[in-house]
C-alpha cells in the first residue's frame, strides 16, 4: 500500500511538472498570438478607418450611383449581414477609397434594376421583418435581369441569405491523486482549446481582411492609395471629422479625379427618350477590336473627346438604338463578373445570354466592331487556361 501511494505521488509530481511546462508553452503562444493580432490590428490601420472608435463616425445615408442612377439606402440595411462582401464594401472602413463619380457618390457598375431589389429586401430585414416574409422579387424580371440580380446577389455574398422568389436557390485543494490528476486534465483542455479557438478567431480574421482586400480591389479601390489616405485622415484627426455629404466625397482625398476618370457616363436615346447610364471603362475594354474600346483606351479620354459629344449633364452621348446599347452594356457587365470570378457558381457561365439577333441589334454590332461569335466561349474555359499558363 506505501509502494502505491509513493508511486502514485510520484505520478501526481510528474504531471503537475509537466502540466507546469505546458503552460510555460501556452504562455509564449499567447504572447506570440498577441503579437500577431496587434500585427494585423496595425495592418487594418494602414488601410482602414476606424469604425470602430470614436473618431469616425460613418454617415447612415447611402447616395449611391448604381450603373448611372441613383439609389438612397441606409449604411445598417446593406450591412445587415456583417460577414458579406456588401458588408465590407460598406462598413465605412473603405469609404476613403471606395469608387466615386463626379457627385460623390460611391459608384457600383451594376444595372439599378439587378441591384435594387436586393436593397429592398436587405432594408426590411434590418428593420425587423421575420425573414420568412422577405422575398425578393425575380418573377418580373426579364431573363438577362435575373441572371443580373443573381450575379448581385453571387457577387456580395448574398445568395444564401436571401429568399429568391422564383427558385432561385438561395443559406478546493486536491484530496485526491485520482482528482487531481481528472481535474488537471480538464483544466488542460479547457486551457488548449481556448488557445486553440483564439488561433482559429485571429486566423479567420486574417483571412477574412485578406479577402476584404481583394474584394475592394476587384471594386476598383486603391489600395495603394487607401494606405496613403487612412494615413492622411489619422494625421488630420485631431480636427473635427465634418460628416460629407455624400459618402466619400469630404475624405476621399486626392484620389477622386483617378476614380471619375475611371467611371463613363452615358447618354443615349431609347423607347422612352432621353437614357442614361454609368459604367467602369474596364467594361468597354473587354473588346480590344472595337471603336468603343478605342475611344475609352486612354486615360485622357475626357479630355479628348470634343464637347459637342455631350449632353447638357456632361455625359457622353452614344448615337446607337438606346434600347440594344443598354442591352448590351448589361451582358458586358455580366461577362466582365465572370471573367473576373465574382460569380463562382458557373450558372452565369452557362446561361450569360447572347444579343438578339434583331436588325437593330445587328446592325450596331457590326459598328461597333464586335463578333459575338468569338466572345461567346464560357468565360471559364478561359480562365482555366490562363491559370496553366
Excluded at 508553452?25 to 490590428?41: F, G, I, T, Y
Excluded at 425573414?131 to 441572371?147: G, Q, T
Aim: glycine share 6%; with cysteine.
Amino acid at each position: 500500500m506505501e509502494a502505491d501511494a509513493e508511486k502514485q505521488a510520484h505520478h501526481v509530481a510528474a504531471t503537475v511538472d509537466a502540466v507546469q511546462n505546458i503552460a510555460e508553452v501556452m504562455d509564449r503562444k499567447r504572447q506570440a498570438l498577441a503579437q500577431r493580432k496587434a500585427e494585423l490590428q496595425r495592418r487594418i490601420d494602414d488601410f482602414c478607418l476606424p469604425v470602430d472608435s470614436k473618431d469616425y463616425t460613418p454617415p447612415e445615408l447611402l447616395t449611391l450611383n448604381v450603373g448611372g442612377a441613383a439609389l438612397t439606402v441606409r449604411r445598417s440595411a446593406v450591412t445587415h449581414f456583417p460577414d458579406s462582401p456588401l458588408a465590407w464594401m460598406f462598413s465605412g472602413r473603405w469609404d476613403h477609397v471606395l469608387p466615386h463619380d463626379s457627385k460623390g457618390r460611391p459608384f457600383l457598375d451594376l444595372d439599378v434594376s439587378w441591384f435594387k431589389p436586393i436593397a429592398g429586401a436587405l432594408h426590411a430585414l434590418s428593420r425587423g421583418t421575420e425573414p420568412h416574409e422577405v422575398v425578393v422579387p425575380v418573377a418580373h424580371l426579364v431573363h438577362d435581369d435575373r441572371l443580373g440580380l443573381r450575379a448581385c446577389a453571387e457577387l456580395f455574398g448574398l445568395t444564401e441569405a436571401l429568399r429568391f422568389e422564383g427558385g432561385v436557390k438561395n443559406m478546493a485543494a486536491l484530496q485526491a491523486p485520482a482528482d487531481a490528476l481528472s481535474r488537471t486534465q480538464q483544466w488542460l483542455a479547457q486551457e488548449v482549446d481556448a488557445l486553440a479557438a483564439a488561433e482559429r478567431a485571429l486566423q479567420q480574421r486574417s483571412e477574412r481582411f485578406a479577402h476584404e482586400c481583394a474584394f475592394m480591389r476587384g471594386r476598383g479601390a486603391d489600395m495603394d492609395a487607401a494606405r496613403e489616405r487612412a494615413r492622411e485622415w489619422q494625421q488630420q484627426r485631431s480636427t473635427p471629422v465634418q460628416q460629407p455629404e455624400h459618402c466619400g466625397s469630404a475624405i476621399s482625398g486626392g484620389g477622386a479625379a483617378d476614380d471619375t476618370n475611371d467611371i463613363i457616363a452615358i447618354a443615349f436615346t431609347d423607347v422612352l427618350g432621353h437614357g442614361a447610364l454609368s459604367t467602369r471603362r474596364a467594361t468597354f475594354l473587354q473588346f480590344r477590336a472595337s471603336p468603343l474600346a478605342s475611344k475609352y483606351a486612354s486615360e485622357r479620354w475626357r479630355d479628348s473627346l470634343s464637347a459637342e459629344a455631350r449632353d447638357d449633364e456632361g455625359r457622353i452621348y452614344e448615337d446607337h438604338d438606346g434600347d440594344c446599347f443598354r442591352r448590351l452594356v448589361n451582358i458586358m457587365r455580366l461577362r466582365a463578373l465572370v471573367r473576373r470570378g465574382d460569380c463562382p457558381s458557373g450558372v452565369l457561365d452557362a446561361c450569360c445570354p447572347k444579343p438578339e439577333a434583331t436588325t437593330p441589334m445587328k446592325s450596331m454590332l457590326h459598328y461597333l466592331m464586335i463578333d459575338w461569335g468569338s466572345c461567346a466561349a464560357p468565360w471559364a474555359r478561359r480562365r482555366v487556361k490562363e491559370a496553366v499558363r
